[in-house]
């Protein structure tokens, strides 16, 4: 039957939701039937805080109070301040800062800075990586939405991605030792037109899969990079602040890159992104007609919201909080694993965390039908999960609640969890021997 709902919008992405969403607040978000659902991909892996956190909708109103929009060339203190405090927040060198909007955007406003920085325009990135859908960026979106696109960006290269559970080069099982990205550069190597600018990176790839990168592997990725005067983006729409129990994920490699990317968790709900790089790069860019102006860049009324996430994450401890309960819901989900058998893999950092539902341990066959039943059983009993992609299969859930989640909402999480998938199997067992 047709949905009614859909007689005005573009379908973006299939279809909708079957429900109409009244309010959301905290991990909870309640229908207009009033049906309450548990929200663990924090919206679109935005509400780091939880639903309409009252300090963004405070900011919010202050700033609607004094002023929310602006001409790009006037600055405001929200705007002032939230750089300087970004900067404050990442390690030398990276203390030039760009206000924008979304996480495409400031991936697309990194690549420009590295390409009129290098004057080159070759670029890397991960296969099952994803870093938006403006076309140039889209171009080394490996994990999707290529399919009816095209043409791509000239010199968009792929590096296979470090998927350990399913090696891309057939060669780790389990554990990567970064085969891949070794074979993976000499490939690049031999595409290359000598114009070799940037790769760009997620610490950990969550739309393509949840994959995990092995420590020391961007260590390694930095030093194939300087070794060809190539320049490291990171894409830490998700990871930072705080998701992976680090304030940012190149922590964990004491990597730092030349352009950093921000953006979903940083607006904590509110369309706000931004571009960190050195002075010597921006200083660099600018003297040779660096130009990215939006309609809202440098928009006082994001930035607010902006300070009032950066606020919260300090008082409320949030970064720790998260490697905790990541740490748990790892724990509760290898407890799920010891009795489901189809539940292949169970990997993740602080709280970013996937599972992979496979048809045989053995064989690892991807078990798509079976993700799809069981999202679709977890919805009806009230807890909303993605799957992602993991390979060229949908069978991997992913998990990115707020930070702010607690140990009671986990379990209820779990129980649901455990239940829709006791249910599907059952369902299925009993079609089978029917
Ligand atoms: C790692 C990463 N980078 C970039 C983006 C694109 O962000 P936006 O949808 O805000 O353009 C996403 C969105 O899912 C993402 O996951």
């Known amino acids: 039957m047709a ?19 009244a309010r959301a607040e905290g991990a909870w978000v309640e229908t207009t039937d009033g049906r309450r659902i548990l929200d663990f991909t924090s919206g679109q892996i935005c509400s780091t805080l939880g639903h309409n956190h009252p300090r963004i909708a405070a900011a919010i109103r202050e700033s609607l109070d004094t002023v929310s929009h602006l001409n790009s060339w006037m600055l405001s203190e929200p705007v002032l301040e939230l750089a300087a405090r970004l900067a404050g927040l990442v390690p030398a060198p990276l203390d030039r800062v760009m206000l924008l909007n979304t996480g495409s955007e400031a ?42 696109f095209g043409p791509l960006l000239p010199g968009s290269f792929a590096l296979p991605a470090p998927y350990a559970y399913r090696c891309p080069v057939r060669h780790c099982d389990g554990a990567c030792d970064c085969t891949c990205l070794e074979t993976g550069f000499e490939l690049v190597d031999q595409q290359s037109v ?33 070794a060809r005067g190539m320049l490291l983006v990171m894409d830490e729409a998700q990871t930072g602040f ?12 004491g990597v730092v890159p030349d352009l950093l990317a921000v953006s979903k968790t940083l607006g904590g709900g509110v369309p706000l992104a931004a571009t960190l790089t050195s002075e010597a790069i921006e200083d660099d860019c600018v003297g040779k007609g660096f130009l990215h102006v939006t309609s809202h860049v440098s928009d006082p009324l994001p930035a607010a919201a902006g300070l009032a996430v950066l606020d919260v994450i300090a008082e409320d401890g949030l970064v720790a909080r998260a490697e905790a309960r990541g740490a748990y ?106």
Request: negative net charge; contains cysteine.
């Open 329 to 434: 819901l790892l724990a509760r989900l290898r407890e799920l694993q010891e009795r489901h058998e189809p539940i292949g893999d169970v990997r993740g950092r602080g709280l970013l965390v996937g599972l992979e539902l496979v048809t045989d341990r053995e064989t690892r066959e991807p078990a798509d039908a079976l993700g799809a039943a069981v999202t679709a059983e977890c919805l009806r009993r009230g807890l909303s999960m993605n799957i992602v992609r993991a390979g060229s299969s949908a069978n991997c859930f992913r998990m990115a609640p707020p930070l702010s989640i607690t140990e009671e909402e986990i379990d209820t999480a779990m129980e649901i969890l455990d239940e829709s998938l006791a249910a599907v199997l059952a369902g299925q067992a009993e079609a089978a021997a029917s």
């Open 3 to 21: 949905d009614e709902r859909e007689r005005f919008l573009i379908r973006y992405a299939g279809g909708f939701a079957p429900f109409t969403v």
């Open 107 to 148: 991936n697309e406003v990194a690549l420009k800075l590295a390409k009129m920085h290098t004057g080159r325009w070759e670029i890397v990135g991960l296969t099952r990586s994803f870093h938006g859908l403006l076309s140039g960026i889209a171009s080394v979106n490996f994990s999707m939405a290529h399919a009816g």
């Open 242 to 253: 705080g998701r992976l129990g680090t304030m940012f994920g190149f922590e964990h490699d």
């Open 194 to 226: 000598g114009s070799l600018c940037a790769v760009v990176a997620e610490p950990v790839l969550s739309a393509g899969g949840i994959i995990v990168p092995p420590g020391g592997y961007f260590r390694r990725l930095r030093e194939l990079c300087d």
